[in-house]
Antibody
């Protein structure tokens, strides 16, 4: 079925920015790429999505102005940028393939981001 | 934003028993926009059901989904040891996605 491969763990200080990458292997992204996060011991939180070609991104109001989701056309890699980090942003960040069926059928392995002074 | 509320928070059952998990939406959700996921500790979620009642590829037929409007249900007919995990419902509406807070299914 293919897989999504994400970048490694990150440790950042409050106020800094983080970049998480996600690359498809053995499968194609034809609809959209989503970003979902999960704080330690908590549930899943949908952050937003970007179209397969890198256009038409959208995110929840909670992250407006702090998150950017893009695609590098030269490599096909998707990136999620989150700035002005605070301790509450400590979480595992997942990318997930969106489908026409409004479900997320392939998930990356997750990237742990720790925000700590 | 549509809020999904799952119940119960924790469900304690034994292998072989039937599990019924509920997901209630704050507004009407189109059946085609409702999905269920399973997540085990240390792993990414796995898609189980899409379109409220369609099993994803490779999902055993002991998993079934039903419901419409604001009330949806995931049923596991006969629990296997590997089914004990956390389950999430997810919806799409008004150009946004959201997840329920999850139901932990634990071994009794």
């Amino acid at each position: 079925q293919g897989q999504l491969v994400q970048s490694g763990p990150e440790v950042k200080k409050p106020g800094a920015s983080v970049k998480v990458s996600c690359k498809a292997s053995g499968t194609a992204i034809t609809n959209s790429m989503h970003w979902v996060r999960q704080a330690p011991g908590h549930g899943l939180e949908w952050m937003g999505r970007v179209g397969a070609s890198g256009g038409s991104s959208s995110s929840t109001q909670k992250f407006h102005g702090r998150v950017s989701m893009v695609r590098d056309p030269s490599t096909g890699t998707f990136y999620m940028y989150l700035n002005s980090l605070r301790s509450e942003d400590t979480a595992v960040y997942y990318c997930a393939r969106g489908t026409d069926l409004r479900a997320l059928d392939i998930w990356g392995q997750g990237t742990m981001v720790i925000v700590s002074s | 934003e549509i809020v999904l509320t799952q119940s119960p928070g924790t469900l304690s059952l034994s292998p072989g028993e039937r599990a019924t998990l509920s997901c209630r939406a704050s507004q009407t959700v189109d059946r085609s926009n409702l999905a269920w996921y399973q997540q085990k500790p240390g792993h990414a979620p796995r898609l189980l059901i899409y379109g409220a009642s369609n099993r994803a590829t490779g999902i055993p037929d002991r998993f079934s989904g039903s419901g419409s409007g604001t009330d949806f249900t995931l049923t596991i007919s006969r629990l296997e040891p590997e089914d004990f995990a956390v389950y999430y419902c997810q919806q799409y509406g008004n150009s946004l996605y959201s997840f329920g807070q999850g139901t932990q299914l634990e071994i009794k």
